[in-house]
């Protein structure tokens, strides 16, 4: 088993240009999430998706749409990419969201810079 | 809102000796999670450790343990015999609330040193 993958590993964007982070998971999780990790911060939560068919938002969801393609796959978009948004971005899924087995499983991550 | 507070930026240990990491937090859950999360130069965030809440008992993986005390809102991470792959940033997370939040701490970085 793979776990959780992301693509990209590295993107560099110009300022309004856009982009999807893919990311899938092959261990029939139901709940995906998308953080963003800064420089000298833990992670925080963007939007997540508890089940599929449903996403809700995180912490920080401004500048970001989500798309939950299927039970395997959820994407994030940027529409319009600002410097703000230089991170790297990390992908997790977990069995189900609010129970017991919510232990969250996390990608490798993608490192996007905004210039 | 869950806070976390990680009071160590950095820590250092010689290899094959014994290092705590402190980790304290804020709830008002009675029923919640806890987390270590390692994070190695490779940049993946890599599952160390969980603890209940309702558990008095402290969970053991290999040699990582944690010191939960309840009471007092703590929640370290002891790793014994360390080996040089053990180098990374350590983050404390607590999982729970209404939204089901996983809060992450500003991390521990842990040197290792031969």
């Known amino acids: 088993n793979a776990g959780v993958t992301q693509t990209p590993k590295f993107q560099v964007l110009k300022t309004g240009q856009s982009m999807t982070l893919q990311c899938a998971q092959d261990?029939?999780?139901?709940?995906m999430y998308w953080y963003r990790q800064d420089p000298g911060m833990g992670l925080r939560l963007i939007y997540y998706s508890a089940s599929e068919g449903t996403t809700d938002k995180g912490e920080v969801p401004n500048g970001y749409n989500v798309s939950r393609l299927n039970k395997r796959e959820f994407s994030l978009r940027l529409e319009s990419a600002a410097p703000s948004q230089t991170s790297v971005y990390f992908c997790?899924?977990?069995?189900?969201?609010?129970?017991?087995?919510?232990?969250?499983?996390f990608g490798p991550g993608t490192r996007l810079t905004v210039l | 809102a869950q806070t976390v507070t990680q009071s160590q930026p950095e820590m250092s240990v010689q290899e094959a000796e014994t290092v705590t990491l402190s980790c304290t937090y804020d709830?008002?859950?009675?029923?919640?999670?806890l987390f270590w999360y390692k994070q190695p130069p490779s940049r993946q965030m890599i599952l160390v450790i969980r603890?209940?809440?309702?558990?008095?008992q402290n969970a053991t993986e290999n040699r990582f343990s944690v010191n939960f005390q309840k009471a007092a809102k703590s929640f370290s991470l002891k790793i014994s015999d360390s080996q040089l792959g053990d180098a990374a940033m350590y983050f404390c997370a607590p999982l729970g609330g209404s939204n089901y939040k996983l809060t992450f701490g500003k991390g521990t970085l842990l040197t290792v040193n031969p």
């Open positions: 997790a899924s977990s069995e189900h969201r609010g129970s017991s087995t919510d232990t969250q499983y």
């Open positions: 709830t008002s859950e009675s029923d919640y999670y």
């Open positions: 261990m029939n999780h139901n709940s």
């Open positions: 603890q209940e809440a309702y558990k008095q």
